[in-house]
């Protein structure tokens, strides 16, 4: 099974940007769905981002217009562009490939 690694995470003040990437230990050629989760303290995990076949998207309302998926094969990695960040973005953020999670990055946006 691949084993997924996140990184990129950290402290931002609101209105600021982070980039999470999510480095598989194997090819994700087969992977047709990559998923960013986040889990906020007391809540449950909850669904940000998905890209499917490398081209569609979808997005929590939440983030839409705000937050990139994106994929590079080549790399073995899927993207996360988080930009105006806000308070309530404050939470763990995970990927997904198949039946694979990562051990998650924290994202705290405050001032």
């Known amino acids: 099974q691949v084993q997924l690694v996140e990184s990129g995470g950290g402290l931002v003040q609101p209105g600021g940007s982070l980039r999470l990437s999510c480095a598989a230990s194997?090819?994700?050629?087969?992977?047709?769905?990559m998923g960013w989760y986040r889990q906020a303290p007391g809540k449950q995990r909850e669904p940000v981002a998905n890209i499917i076949g490398g081209a569609r998207t979808n997005y929590a309302d939440s983030v839409k217009g705000r937050f990139t998926i994106s994929r590079e094969n080549a790399k073995n990695t899927v993207y996360l562009q988080m930009n105006s960040l806000k308070p309530e973005d404050t939470a763990t953020y995970y990927c997904?490939?198949?039946?694979?999670w990562g051990q998650g990055t924290q994202v705290t946006v405050s001032s």
């Open positions: 997904n490939m198949g039946a694979a």
């Open positions: 194997g090819s994700i050629l087969s992977f047709n769905y």
